[in-house]
């Protein structure tokens, strides 16, 4: 079973929130920010593997929120807060300097690692970063927004507009690929 | 043999094991700074979204405003009928130019245009008829008539 990331607001609580949001309360924007921050940092984290990247990604998806919150209608909230999130870091990645400036930053942090030999606590996490670099493009991000999005398999198919069988296959083989480059 | 159910089943099951991985290795956690940073850039954000509100609004207001008076000035304009009104009362009476009943109005006019037309008539033919000697009178008479049908003509 998946591991809580952290305590989820009930669901009245959330739609009160989002109704303060649409307000314009400030303090409703707040607590989206208290319950959200971490898992969508995560995701921007594993998709960068550079913390002040994913720090402008996590500043540039709540200052979107404030703009489009008026466009979530109805259905999974965590859903739509990906969806912006995905498409924040893909308007990133089209950044044609910035996509630069990602790909020389990976590379020097491939090379610091080849030299490094021992392995801290902290070394052991960036293991994970650099096996998941490993995997496509595609799996990664489908293996990193079902971790940090906790959306159930059909809104995954849903939000990737592409058969539930077949999210569930690529999710399957590469999480499997995964296991064994950790090994 | 498994059967497609079972496998599904066996392929979910993997999948929850396997994400045990990333949870193994949590990704960094955002600063506190950059929660406060962030809170300041959604505070910034809402104030600009409202001004930008009030502006939108302002605007609309304004708009408004100018269609509202464009189109009573179109509607002035239009009821530029009463000038016309004023300046035909001071052609024709203005008993017949404010009455509706445009038949009695018809018939009064009619009646005194033959009135005018005869006496305009009369003293043309009193004027070919100045040497029968009893001209000038017959002349002041129909002067002191055409006199009178104007006054009548005026008042309606």
Not at chain 1, 25 to 46: S, T, V
Not at chain 1, 88 to 111: H, N, S, T
Not at chain 2, 99 to 128: C, G, K, M, N, R
Request: net charge negative; with cysteine; hydrophobic share 40%.
């Amino acid at each position: 079973m998946r591991r809580k990331l952290e305590n989820m607001a009930g669901q009245d609580d959330l739609e009160q929130m989002i109704a303060g949001c649409k307000a314009g309360n400030g303090e409703a924007f707040e607590q989206l920010l208290d319950i959200y921050a971490k898992r969508c940092y995560g995701y921007f984290y594993r998709l960068t593997g550079n913390k002040a990247i994913s720090d402008d990604l996590l500043s540039e998806l709540f200052v979107r929120l404030v703009v489009k919150i008026g466009s979530f209608k109805d259905g999974s909230f965590e859903s739509w807060l990906f969806k912006v999130a995905s498409n924040i870091f893909y308007d990133y990645l089209r950044g044609k300097q910035r996509q630069k400036k990602l790909l020389e930053g990976r590379k020097a942090q491939f090379e610091s690692a080849a030299v490094e030999t021992g392995q801290s606590h902290d070394e052991r996490l960036d293991e994970l970063q650099r096996q998941l670099e490993k995997l496509d493009a595609d799996t990664r991000e489908l293996i990193i927004l079902r971790f940090y999005s906790q959306l159930s398999f059909r809104e995954l198919a849903k939000m990737r507009s592409e058969p539930i069988g077949t999210t569930l296959s690529k999710l399957h083989r590469g999480l499997e690929k995964l296991r064994k480059l950790m090994e | 043999m498994d059967t497609k159910d079972d496998k599904n089943f066996k392929a979910l099951e993997n999948i929850h094991e396997y994400e045990g991985i990333l949870s193994q290795y949590p990704a960094p956690e955002p600063g506190e700074e950059l929660i406060a940073d962030i809170k300041v850039k959604i505070a910034k954000a809402l104030q600009h979204k409202s001004v930008f509100r009030r502006r939108v609004y302002k605007m609309a207001a304004v708009a408004a405003a100018v269609i509202m008076v464009a189109a009573i000035s179109l509607l002035f304009e239009k009821g530029g009928g009463e000038p016309e009104k004023v300046i035909y009362a001071s052609i024709i009476p203005a008993a017949i130019w404010e009455s509706t009943d445009l038949a009695a109005d018809d018939a009064e006019l009619a009646t005194l245009t033959a009135e005018i037309e005869e006496t305009e008539h009369q003293i043309l033919s009193v004027q070919f008829d100045q040497g029968n000697g009893n001209g000038d009178k017959a002349l002041v008479e129909l002067e002191a008539e055409l006199i009178e049908i104007n006054s009548d003509f005026w008042k309606g």
